[in-house]
């Protein structure tokens, strides 16, 4: 079973950048609300998510961080 992260895991080094991220892991790296997140994947502000399974999604951990990069740049 995959490690979940916690609000005090902040060495995200140790994962590769194909790591899934469930959402409310992307949420604690990227700050925005449920709605504002699934509305940017729909506009496609932010990435799409890679389907896991009928009721489960999550996006890769590179994705996650190259948005959080473009944002700080901006």
């Known amino acids: 079973m995959a490690k979940k992260l916690t609000q ?3 060495d995200l080094s140790v994962l590769p950048n194909e790591a ?4 409310p892991d992307v949420l ?3 700050p925005v609300s ?3 997140w699934w509305a940017g994947i729909k506009s496609g502000i932010y990435p799409k ?3 896991l399974g009928p009721r489960a999604r999550g996006w890769r951990l590179g994705d996650v961080l ?3 990069r473009s944002d700080d740049a901006a």
């Open 34 to 36: 449920k709605s504002c």
């Open 66 to 68: 190259a948005l959080t």
């Open 20 to 23: 899934v991220l469930r959402l």
């Open 8 to 10: 005090t895991d902040t």
């Open 49 to 51: 998510p890679v389907v």
């Open 28 to 30: 604690r790296l990227f």
